[in-house]
């Protein structure tokens, strides 16, 4: 079992920025990848970014040149900064894992863009 616990989230204002971190445990050994997705209220849950442990990296279009996903593999974390924020980022967003052909989730913080 792999356990994410992540933190960062909170209220900002249009333009703002945010960072969000990711913290792994347990079995942490083969995570292939992690990431980030974000669910708003009454959507599906989308993907936001990835990064493999190559540090190969993947956006969703609609953050591209807004945010950036790093890995710190000695930590085991893994950070989402996110920059000029829209209201329509608003959203929980869930950290993720891939290890061995398993999909692990946090428990998901809210971000909240708004003036």
């Known amino acids: 079992q792999v356990q994410l616990v992540e933190s960062g989230g909170g209220l900002v204002q249009p333009g703002g920025s945010l960072r969000l971190s990711c913290a792994a445990s347990?079995?942490?050994?083969?995570?292939?990848?992690m990431g980030w997705y974000r669910q708003a209220p009454g959507k599906q849950r989308e993907l936001v970014a990835t990064i493999t442990s190559d540090r190969t990296t993947n956006y969703a279009d609609s953050v591209k040149g807004r945010f950036t996903i790093s890995r710190d593999n000695a930590k085991n974390t893994v950070y989402l900064q996110m920059t000029s924020l829209k209201p329509e980022d608003t959203a929980v967003y869930y950290c993720?894992?891939?290890?061995?052909?398993?999909?692990?989730w946090g428990q998901g913080t809210q971000v909240t863009v708004s003036s």
């Open positions: 993720t894992a891939i290890r061995l052909a398993e999909i692990y």
């Open positions: 347990g079995r942490i050994t083969s995570i292939y990848a």
